[in-house]
């Protein structure tokens, strides 16, 4: 018998469309990628000769289970030079990817019928570690007239004697969204601890992104080296946490993961002091891909009343083609051979849109545009909705 803790856990259906996708590739299908949240640069030079060497030196074995106190130096520095506040080395936990960081994060911090209070739509993810270790994911809905921003007052009805934190994600995935930091400072104002998932810091394209820990020491930051570096295959992400509870989540780094890949360790700090740079170059190019994006899906019809601004995502809302965002995006992959995500993936609060991503060309992300132009006129004069949900 499959274990109930995960009877109620979802697919990643984002990965779902991908692997479909590969799928048709294997079988001869030409498929535009605009589903995954990945870049499609490689790494920068800095790191990948960084990491060679290395190995060449023999930098192959177990390091501190925090990881190397190198890289935790070289991210407390990062944070201090670019936000201005100072945060202990001790207080960074190094780990395989941002995943292990919150699931070592969670497991730490909550207990069981433990509240957390995340935005609805939201990255898809969060319920599901929340859930694996018996808390309550508390949904805030986030409206697009709004751009999906996080709103205090709203947050402020929702907390309870069981909440145990409030998650915030900016940029955010799916919906591009960048909190501007006098929104952060009142959510850091509330009373739990916050959670602020800052993996796409360094991807803003107007103004600039603020950490929490400008605000608030009573908070948890989720980061790493994945989105705006292009390492996402070399899983290299960290967790900064209050004082009190780096022994415990030392105690399950230890056990669960022994500790982070040692050369890639290496990689991080070569990242964090000589790849300003190429992450520079890197958002430049992807801006020019959102404002085109951007520009093609209102063309071919998609709402966008407010254009993100961070990430590399445009959440669009759909509902004009069809209220059943996961059959929809099934259907456009079938026929129009382009790979979206549904909204539904986000949470009940992203049903009716598609998030499309930008990493990829700009003459890839054209042709997808072509080809979802002529599926969204042939399904328009067609006459009916597609995939209409019944309740």
């Given at each position: 018998?499959?274990?109930?803790?995960?009877?109620?856990?979802?697919?990643?259906?984002?990965?779902?469309?991908?692997?479909?996708?590969?799928?048709?590739?294997?079988?001869?299908?030409?498929?535009?990628?605009?589903?995954?949240?990945?870049?499609?640069?490689?790494?920068?030079?800095?790191?990948?000769?960084?990491?060679?060497?290395?190995?060449?030196?023999?930098?192959?074995?177990?390091?501190?289970?925090?990881?190397?106190?190198?890289?935790?130096?070289?991210?407390?520095?990062?944070?201090?030079?670019?936000?201005?506040?100072?945060?202990?080395?001790?207080?960074?936990?190094?780990?395989?990817?941002?995943?292990?960081?919150?699931?070592?994060?969670?497991?730490?911090?909550?207990?069981?019928?433990d509240?957390?209070?995340?935005?609805?739509?939201?990255?898809a993810?969060?319920?599901?570690?929340?859930?694996?270790?018996?808390?309550?994911?508390?949904?805030?809905?986030?409206?697009?007239e709004?751009?999906?921003?996080?709103?205090?007052?709203r947050?402020?009805?929702?907390?309870?004697?069981?909440?145990?934190?409030?998650?915030?994600?900016?940029?955010?995935?799916?919906?591009?969204?960048?909190?501007?930091?006098?929104?952060?400072?009142?959510?850091?104002?509330?009373?739990?601890?916050?959670?602020?998932?800052?993996?796409?810091?360094?991807?803003?394209?107007?103004?600039?992104?603020?950490?929490?820990?400008?605000?608030?020491?009573?908070?948890f930051?989720?980061?790493?080296?994945?989105?705006?570096?292009?390492?996402?295959?070399?899983?290299?992400?960290?967790l900064?946490?209050?004082?009190?509870?780096?022994?415990?989540?030392?105690?399950?780094?230890?056990n669960?993961?022994?500790?982070?890949?040692?050369?890639?360790?290496?990689?991080?700090?070569?990242?964090?002091?000589?790849a300003?740079?190429?992450?520079?170059?890197?958002?430049?190019?992807?801006?020019?891909?959102?404002?085109?994006?951007?520009?093609?899906?209102?063309?071919?019809?998609?709402?966008?009343?407010?254009?993100?601004?961070?990430?590399?995502?445009?959440?669009?809302?759909?509902?004009?083609?069809?209220?059943?965002?996961?059959?929809?995006?099934?259907?456009?992959?079938?026929?129009?051979?382009?790979?979206?995500?549904?909204?539904?993936?986000?949470?009940?609060?992203?049903?009716?849109?598609?998030?499309?991503?930008?990493?990829?060309?700009?003459?890839?992300?054209?042709?997808?545009?072509?080809?979802?132009?002529?599926?969204?006129?042939?399904?328009?004069?067609?006459?009916?909705?597609?995939?209409?949900?019944?309740?």
């Open positions: 018998m499959i274990s109930e803790r995960l009877s109620g856990m979802t697919s990643f259906i984002v990965m779902d469309i991908l692997e479909k996708a590969q799928e048709m590739e294997r079988a001869g299908a030409d498929i535009i990628h605009l589903e995954v949240g990945e870049p499609d640069f490689n790494v920068p030079e800095c790191v990948s000769e960084a990491i060679c060497r290395a190995v060449r030196d023999g930098h192959t074995h177990y390091t501190h289970s925090l990881g190397m106190p190198e890289l935790r130096e070289a991210i407390s520095e990062h944070y201090e030079k670019k936000y201005d506040v100072v945060i202990h080395p001790d207080q960074v936990v190094v780990t395989s990817g941002t995943s292990p960081a919150m699931l070592s994060m969670f497991s730490t911090l909550l207990q069981k019928g509240e957390v209070i995340i935005s609805n739509p939201h990255y993810c969060y319920p599901n570690f929340i859930r694996f270790l018996e808390g309550i994911a508390v949904m805030a809905t986030v409206y697009e709004e751009g999906f921003r996080y709103c205090p007052e947050i402020r009805t929702l907390v309870s004697p069981k909440t145990k934190a409030i998650l915030i994600n900016s940029p955010s995935n799916p919906t591009g969204m960048v909190l501007p930091p006098e929104l952060i400072k009142s959510i850091s104002s509330i009373g739990p601890y916050c959670i602020s998932d800052e993996i796409y810091h360094g991807l803003t394209y107007k103004g600039d992104e603020h950490t929490i820990l400008e605000f608030t020491d009573h908070a930051v989720l980061n790493g080296f994945s989105k705006s570096y292009a390492m996402t295959g070399l899983r290299l992400g960290y900064i946490a209050p004082k009190s509870f780096i022994r415990p989540i030392q105690k399950l780094q230890q669960f993961f022994l500790a982070p890949n040692s050369a890639v360790q290496i990689g991080g700090i070569a990242a964090l002091r000589e300003d740079e190429d992450v520079v170059k890197m958002r430049g190019i992807y801006d020019e891909r959102r404002r085109f994006m951007i520009k093609r899906l209102r063309e071919i019809g998609f709402g966008i009343p407010v254009e993100p601004t961070g990430a590399f995502y445009v959440f669009a809302n759909a509902k004009h083609l069809s209220d059943d965002s996961y059959a929809l995006a099934y259907d456009i992959l079938e026929k129009a051979r382009v790979g979206v995500t549904p909204g539904i993936d986000f949470g009940s609060g992203g049903e009716g849109y598609l998030r499309f991503s930008y990493a990829n060309s700009i003459e890839n992300i054209a042709e997808g545009m072509t080809r979802l132009e002529r599926y969204a006129s042939e399904t328009i004069n067609s006459g009916k909705k597609l995939f209409q949900n019944i309740s």
